[in-house]
């Protein structure tokens, strides 16, 4: 059972597709299915809207996300009243969304549902806490590329990535991607000393040497600015925000790169291309995370809706080079 054991050792995971149409619902049917086999009580949200018949941007038909009975489930006031299978109110949310009022429920008979959950991350972190108050074993939090921060440490403990031919026509290009996004997830977390004294730190950037010296300068765009010169003797900085690629380019253009070590929150706040990252760590240069986030498996889909399709055996070989979590095509299980 590829994968599975894995998923149970988490209280909360999430599945992300690096693109659309690359097999995450057959996923999340896949994970949904094998788990109440296993009597295990799942939850189940959505950042934005997840679960439609027919792709909204493509127009390509899409599986449908179908719950298990006993499954609980949270989504709009607005689509909770189109399921078309028996369920039990829990919970409704004071809070509303575009969509109106969040209902939790529990279903009492299987069915398909259409998933519009909490509209951002600090909201999704309260409805994972609280779903599991109330009961259920595991919360999986559907997601995309588009609504990364879903994967962030900060909001679930784990990740199943998707990917597959949507992602381009071209095998290698779908494995440089994939990889990329493999590499944020794998960047090294600081010692649990440095993130103590980090991670409660307001938004700002911060200098940290012999203590911590919040810098003067409102973003990282005005880095350059600085009149000290923190390239000269080894230092480390903290940014709180996002991490772009001209600032990678940036620090990447000076003489004495190695002498730093940039540290962000989580692997989503690191906004870089492959190309500009790569050349970054070429010269040696340093980024590290407070919270690492745990990739559990990564999914392969090889058929594209354009009608092209990779060969799945090379594809998942290509991948396993250097993934060293389970790799695998789900329709081939």
Do not use: C
Not at 102 to 122: E, K
Not at 172 to 188: A, F, G, M, W, Y
Not at 253 to 282: H, Y
Not at 286 to 308: D, F, M, Q, R
């Amino acid at each position: 059972m590829p994968f599975i054991e894995s998923v149970k050792k988490y209280k909360s995971i999430s599945t992300i597709g690096l693109e659309k149409n690359v097999g995450k619902t057959e996923t999340l049917n896949y994970i949904l299915k094998k788990l109440s086999k296993e009597n295990y009580t799942v939850a189940l949200t959505s950042i934005g809207i997840d679960g439609e018949v027919v792709d909204q941007v493509t127009t390509t038909s899409k599986p449908e996300i179908y719950l298990p009975k006993g499954a609980l489930f949270i989504t709009s006031e607005k689509h909770y009243k189109m399921k078309k299978f028996q369920a039990e109110v829990v919970n409704v949310s004071e809070r509303t969304t575009a969509l109106g009022r969040l209902v939790t429920s529990r279903a009492l008979t299987p069915g398909y549902i259409l998933l519009s959950g909490p509209s951002n991350g600090t909201w999704v972190k309260e409805v994972i806490d609280d779903t599991l108050e109330k009961g259920a074993d595991i919360i999986i939090v559907d997601g995309a590329l588009s609504r990364l921060s879903v994967g962030s440490p900060i909001i679930t403990e784990g990740i199943v990535l998707s990917t597959g031919a949507s992602v381009s026509i071209n095998m290698n290009e779908v494995v440089k991607k994939t990889r990329h996004v493999i590499d944020l997830l794998n960047l090294s977390n600081v010692n649990l000393e440095e993130k103590n004294k980090l991670e409660n730190l307001s938004d700002g950037i911060y200098l940290i040497n012999d203590g911590i010296e919040k810098l003067p300068i409102k973003s990282i765009l005005h880095f350059t600015n600085l009149k000290e010169n923190i390239f000269q003797h080894k230092s480390k900085v903290y940014i709180t925000g996002v991490v772009t690629e001209r600032f990678i380019d940036y620090i990447t253009r000076q003489e004495n790169i190695e002498n730093i070590e940039i540290i962000v929150k989580d692997f989503t706040k690191v906004f870089v291309g492959p190309e500009i990252l790569r050349k970054f760590f070429r010269k040696n240069g340093k980024l590290k995370v407070l919270t690492k986030t745990e990739l559990i498996a990564v999914t392969v889909n090889p058929t594209s809706p354009a009608g092209y399709i990779l060969n799945s055996s090379e594809l998942i070989q290509k991948l396993k080079e250097f993934i060293d979590v389970p790799v695998v095509n789900l329709r081939e299980v």
